[in-house]
Structures are given as structure tokens and as C-alpha cells.
């Protein structure tokens, strides 16, 4: 399975989509374009429809996750910027996706923006986020779309100083007892010790970013107990990813510190997604589907419709993509297609904060309506099968 996600960042450009001056006189002093289109591009706003499944949502293979009715000029144009966001942002989701369901009932924390471009990054924590990470390191994501922000002292920082105690002192002065302390720079038990001792019972949290993170978090667990700090945490980092988050499940773990492969899609860093034209009018203006039929190139015309199956307890068996129609709902099933943009115009909700609060519920109601081989972290089928109706 796959998690959208991106779409109110999609849906934030789509309704501010322009050619300003720069860009006009950049596209016709470079001759990619003629005046007649220069004339087009300096008017260009988008007035049709979209249509889609929303942020936070679960899909399979060919589910018609955005639905874009409009001229076909005006689409075309979209094409690249659609394919940009959708394809990242919902990479990174599915990725976060599976290393929620690998952490349990432990929070897990993105960290990936040196990993990553930029602008990217802010994207993914907003991506990582929707797919229940609990708060991120980017505090452009935090001021942009209202994300809980967290940070982690460095090794440079402990480095700074002449020992290890008074660098925890440094940061306890300035934080308070309820920071967490990085005790892997140098000994770790010496590290822990120092924290105590500094901190007492009240230390928020330690942090171990290298080793055997299994093995040391025994210790460092057990340590902490007979210290009499059986309240502190244990957060871990080092260059995690789903699958050794899920070997830490055994282990005294309380958090997790998540970079690389968060942002990189954990092997996948795009969701492979397409944008085809699948109807036109005709000379009567009627639509009529059209489909690519090349071998290894094969499309399904006509305009889809989704719905997903649930049985009498709730949990999803199959997904029906209608063809030219509504799939019939029997009162127990989901509509998927959710509409966005009517007439060029944004509808509310679906942007800003309320849109990743929003999209963040989704993905927690949608896992819950899956069945438990979501969890499955190898390769194999998808989730639910994929049923097409055609009229």
C-alpha cells in the first residue's frame, strides 16, 4: 500500500499557478514559445476541477489518486508540478507509514532535513507528519503548517567543551532537566552517570545515535534504574529505517530519531505515479475515453470512481474503481474521491494546518480499516485487491 500525501501543498500551487514577468520574458527571449502562447501563459489561470483521494488516505496499484477536469491546455500545464509533489510527498508518507507501524505505540521523530534538498525537506517532515510521526527538526515545516517542532543536542556541542559534565551542564542550565543528553560522544556509561548526577531523578531523556542500539539500550536501561531514574527516556537515532526499527521492538526503546531514509522513501524516493489523459470530447461534445495501448504503456480510459469495500466489522476487503460510473455503495462502504478545486476555486479545508491535522486523522482511521497485513514490512501483494467495473 501506499499513503497520499502532498495534495494541499498541491492544491496551495494549483490555485496560485502564474507566469509572472521574469518567467514570460525569460520564455520569449529564449524563443521556447511563440507570442500567441506568450499571450496564453500571461492570462493562464486554472478554472476546472480536481478530484482526488485525500491527504492521509491509503491506495493500491492504478487507484486514481487525482482526478483533473478542465481544457486540456490548462492541464497539461500542470502535469510536472503534479507529478513533482505527489510522487515525493507521498514516497516519504508510505515510507513513514511503514516505520509508525514498526514503532507501535513509540512516537517516532523526523529528522531528515541534512539528508535531503531544502525545500524538500520541509515537505517531508509535513509528509512524515501526515503519516503519524509525531514532530520534526524542521522548523520551516513548524511555521508553515503549525507542526510540533523538537531538537536534539549535537556532538559538537559536548565536543565544545573541556569535559562531557560540563557540556550537560551548559545544556541543563539553558533547558532544564526535562532535555534529553546525547551520552554516546565519548563512554556512555560514564555519560549517563554525569547526566544523573547532574540532572537527578528529573532527566528527561537520553539519547544513543551509534553502537548496537539493541545491546545499549539494555544497559543504558537498566543503568538508569539503578540510579533511580526509571522515568527517563531513551531515544535512539543512527541512520534508521522500518526494518531496524522493528528489530528494536524487544529493546527498552522509548522514541525514535528518524533521517535518511525517511526523506530518501526508505529505497524508494518516488511513488512511480503518471498523469494521463483518460477523456476527451468528441465533435458532439460528448466524452468519450481514450487509453494509450502500447505494449508495456497500457492505460484504462474513461473517468474513475472509487470505493472501498468494508466488511461488517469495519475492515476493508477490496477497492472497486468504476469505470464511466459510480460503483454501488451497499451502506457499509467508502466513496474515496473527494473534490478539491471547483470552478478554480480552492474548497476549504484541505490546506494549511487544518490540512495536515485533518490528513493526519485520515491515516490513523485508514490503518485502522486495513486489514493487520498492512504491517507486513516484506514485499508481496498488495493489501486489498483492485476490482475495475466498466459500464
Known amino acids: 500500500y501506499g499513503i497520499v500525501a502532498g495534495t494541499g501543498r498541491l492544491l496551495e500551487g494549483v490555485t496560485n499557478f502564474?507566469?509572472?514577468?521574469?518567467?514570460?520574458?525569460?520564455?520569449?527571449?529564449?524563443?521556447v514559445v511563440n507570442q500567441d502562447t506568450l499571450d496564453y501563459l500571461a492570462n493562464y489561470?486554472?478554472?476546472g476541477d480536481i478530484w482526488g483521494y485525500p491527504e492521509g488516505e491509503a491506495y493500491f496499484p492504478n487507484s486514481p489518486i487525482l482526478i483533473v477536469e478542465s481544457t486540456f491546455a490548462e492541464a497539461c500545464m500542470?502535469?510536472?508540478y503534479v507529478l513533482s509533489v505527489l510522487n515525493h510527498d507521498s514516497a516519504i508518507a508510505s515510507a513513514a507509514?511503514?516505520?509508525?507501524?514498526?514503532?507501535?505505540?513509540?512516537?517516532?521523530?523526523?529528522?531528515?532535513s541534512r539528508r535531503t534538498h531544502e525545500e524538500s525537506a520541509t515537505a517531508a517532515a509535513r509528509a512524515a507528519v501526515i503519516a503519524g510521526f509525531s514532530s520534526t527538526s524542521n522548523l520551516a515545516a513548524g511555521m508553515r503548517y503549525g507542526i510540533k517542532t523538537v531538537g536534539t543536542?549535537?556532538?559538537?556541542?559536548?565536543l565544545l567543551h573541556d569535559t562531557e559534565h560540563d557540556a550537560f551542564e551548559a545544556q541543563l542550565a539553558s533547558l532544564g532537566t526535562g532535555t534529553s543528553l546525547l551520552v554516546d560522544t565519548y563512554d556512555v556509561e560514564a555519560a549517563v552517570r554525569a547526566a544523573v548526577e547532574l540532572a537527578g531523578p528529573k532527566l528527561g531523556g537520553v539519547r544513543l545515535?551509534?553502537?548496537?542500539?539493541?545491546?545499549?539500550?539494555?544497559?543504558?536501561?537498566?543503568?538508569?534504574?539503578?540510579?533511580?531514574?526509571?522515568h527517563t527516556r531513551i531515544m535512539v537515532t543512527s541512520d534508521l529505517d522500518e526494518y531496524a526499527i522493528a528489530a528494536l521492538q524487544s529493546a527498552p526503546v522509548d522514541s525514535y530519531g528518524v533521517g535518511t531514509s525517511l526523506v530518501t522513501g526508505s529505497g524508494a524516493p518516488t511513488a512511480s505515479m503518471v498523469y494521463k489523459l483518460v477523456s476527451r470530447t468528441d465533435d458532439a461534445g460528448t466524452f468519450v475515453p481514450v487509453a494509450k495501448a502500447a505494449k508495456n504503456k497500457i492505460s484504462m480510459g474513461g473517468r474513475k470512481y472509487a470505493l472501498r469495500k468494508l466488511n461488517d466489522r469495519g475492515i476493508a476487503t477490496h477497492e472497486i474503481v468504476g469505470i464511466g460510473h459510480r460503483p454501488e455503495d451497499d451502506g457499509n462502504d467508502r466513496p474515496l474521491l473527494q473534490q478539491f478545486v471547483k470552478n478554480g476555486e480552492?474548497?476549504?479545508?484541505?490546506?494549511?494546518?487544518?490540512?495536515?491535522?485533518?490528513?493526519?486523522q485520515r491515516h490513523a482511521d485508514t490503518m485502522?480499516?486495513?486489514?493487520?497485513?498492512?504491517?507486513?514490512?516484506?514485499?508481496?501483494?498488495?493489501?486489498?485487491?483492485?476490482?475495475?467495473?466498466?459500464?
Open 346 to 360: 480552492l474548497l476549504p479545508g484541505w490546506t494549511g494546518h487544518e490540512g495536515v491535522v485533518r490528513a493526519r
Open 78 to 80: 500542470l502535469e510536472t
Open 45 to 47: 489561470r486554472f478554472t
Open 97 to 112: 507509514s511503514r516505520m509508525i507501524s514498526a514503532a507501535g505505540t513509540r512516537p517516532c521523530i523526523e529528522m531528515g
Open 153 to 158: 543536542a549535537a556532538h559538537s556541542f559536548t
Open 18 to 31: 502564474r507566469f509572472g514577468e521574469a518567467e514570460l520574458d525569460f520564455l520569449g527571449r529564449t524563443g
Open 209 to 230: 545515535d551509534s553502537g548496537d542500539l539493541v545491546t545499549q539500550a539494555s544497559w543504558v536501561r537498566q543503568l538508569l534504574d539503578q540510579l533511580g531514574n526509571e
Open 368 to 391: 485502522a480499516e486495513l486489514p493487520a497485513v498492512v504491517n507486513r514490512l516484506q514485499r508481496g501483494e498488495p493489501a486489498i485487491p483492485t476490482i475495475y467495473e466498466e459500464n
